[in-house]
């Protein structure tokens, strides 16, 4: 059984940092991407960033040049770092993965961006 346990969310001043973190556990053969979600109350969930494992990593216009997705291939595990945060950047994130030809999420980590 694959599972996905995130980590790092917080509370955090505007202007400031967060790395997120995702560790994929279990029989994993093929890693085919990593994405990042995003969910504000009241709102529809959004992709925030994509990694595949072959291609071009894709980000929100609204976060671009400001997170970072990345992986260690070696640890099945993806990050997000997460820069010059801003209140509307508050939101619960999912951590997505496509493993073995299967989708999975994780739990969501609180991320709160006070002004």
């Known amino acids: 059984q694959v599972q996905l346990v995130e980590s790092g969310g917080g509370l955090v001043q505007a202007g400031g940092s967060l790395r997120l973190s995702c560790a994929a556990s279990?029989?994993?053969?093929?890693?085919?991407?990593w994405g990042w979600y995003r969910q504000a109350p009241g709102k529809q969930r959004e992709l925030v960033a994509q990694l595949p494992s072959r291609g071009s990593t894709n980000y929100a216009d609204s976060v671009k040049g400001r997170f970072t997705i990345s992986r260690d291939n070696a640890k099945n595990t993806a990050y997000l770092q997460m820069n010059s945060l801003k209140p509307e950047d508050t939101a619960v994130y999912y951590c997505?993965?496509?493993?073995?030809?299967?989708?999975?999420w994780g739990q969501g980590t609180q991320v709160t961006v006070s002004s």
């Open positions: 279990g029989s994993i053969f093929r890693v085919i991407a």
């Open positions: 997505n993965a496509i493993l073995n030809s299967a989708n999975y």
